[in-house]
């Protein structure tokens, strides 16, 4: 059973930094896509950020480049999402997720997905 665990959400200023962390047990994701989702208050889902397990190719929502970057350590079955320069509009409930592609990432046709953590930007 694919257990997928978040943590590091908390408050920060705009313009810090945070870093989440996806704890996956139960299994590796080898040949699979890993992802991190969002949402914020009163608003639908949205895909943030996804990386293929074992290339390590990325993929980023337009409105993160630059300021996000996903990351995974194969040897702590770990995914990470390193969010700089935060904007109040990045406040949400950040999940990680597995699926098939980046394409399915973008879609939400999810095999996985964590409770989530929540970030919070104050101005």
């Known amino acids: 059973q694919v257990q997928l665990v978040e943590s590091g959400g908390g408050l920060v200023q705009a313009g810090g930094s945070l870093r989440l962390s996806c704890a996956a047990s139960?299994?590796?994701?080898?040949?699979?896509?890993m992802g991190w989702l969002r949402q914020a208050a009163g608003k639908e889902r949205e895909s943030v950020a996804a990386i293929t397990w074992s290339s390590g190719t990325t993929s980023y929502k337009d409105s993160v480049k630059g300021r996000f970057t996903i990351s995974r350590d194969k040897s702590k079955n770990t995914v990470y999402l390193q969010m700089n320069s935060l904007k109040p509009e990045d406040t949400a409930v950040y999940s990680c997720a597995a699926a098939q592609s980046h394409v399915a990432i973008g879609r939400q046709e999810l095999d996985y997905w964590g409770q989530g953590t929540q970030v919070t930007v104050s101005s």
């Open positions: 139960g299994r590796t994701f080898s040949g699979r896509v």
